[in-house]
């Protein structure tokens, strides 16, 4: 049983949360200044166009920020310490809060590339974390 808090999908979202039960990673799409934006909303943070569409990502990008949590967010976390949050920056342009996945956090560097993973963590929620990419740039590989 899934212990830790959860989304609550709203009539804007679903989309987004549907698509990833799905395997697909979903961005809001503007086709006024042709941006992508992330969360999903009603109108474009950029341009304040309300023409905007679903587009499916990449699920590839880098690791713009992170840290290490090595004391639990509350009882829900204390069986997945240490582990990694981190801001992702999406090939497509938006970034996004979430998990980084992997055996070793000390091994996690800005700049590293991550791709998507879906976890399935009850019947209707699937969540977007990362995990490592392959083929790593040397630069990246070496934390530099």
Same mark, same amino acid.
């Given at each position: 049983? &899934?212990?830790?808090?959860?989304?609550?999908?709203?009539?804007?979202?679903?989309?987004?949360?549907?698509?990833?039960?799905? +395997?697909?990673?979903?961005?809001?799409?503007?086709? +006024?200044?042709?941006?992508?934006?992330?969360?999903?909303?009603?109108? $474009?943070?950029?341009?304040? $166009?309300?023409?905007?569409?679903?587009?499916?990502?990449? +699920?590839? +990008?880098?690791?713009?920020? &992170?840290? #290490?949590?090595?004391?639990?967010?509350?009882?829900?976390?204390?069986?997945?310490? =240490?582990? #990694?949050?981190?801001? #992702?920056?999406?090939?497509?342009?938006?970034?996004?809060?979430?998990?980084?996945?992997?055996?070793?956090?000390?091994?996690?560097?800005?700049?590293?590339? #991550?791709?998507?993973?879906?976890?399935?963590?009850?019947?209707?929620?699937?969540?977007?974390?990362?995990?490592?990419?392959?083929?790593? =740039?040397?630069?990246?590989?070496?934390?530099?």
């Amino acid at each position: 049983m &899934y212990e830790k808090p959860l989304p609550i999908p709203d009539a804007e979202t679903i989309p987004f949360w549907t698509a990833l039960r799905h +395997g697909q990673l979903l961005l809001k799409h503007c086709t +006024g200044c042709r941006r992508f934006h992330f969360y999903p909303r009603i109108i $474009c943070p950029f341009c304040s $166009c309300d023409a905007l569409e679903w587009k499916e990502a990449s +699920g590839r +990008g880098e690791i713009y920020t &992170y840290t #290490v949590a090595r004391r639990p967010a509350g009882p829900a976390f204390k069986a997945s310490v =240490p582990y #990694v949050v981190a801001l #992702v920056q999406l090939d497509e342009g938006p970034r996004m809060m979430t998990n980084i996945v992997c055996d070793d956090p000390n091994e996690i560097r800005i700049g590293l590339r #991550v791709a998507v993973q879906y976890d399935d963590v009850t019947e209707d929620i699937t969540l977007a974390k990362f995990r490592l990419a392959q083929n790593q =740039p040397a630069t990246c590989r070496e934390g530099k």
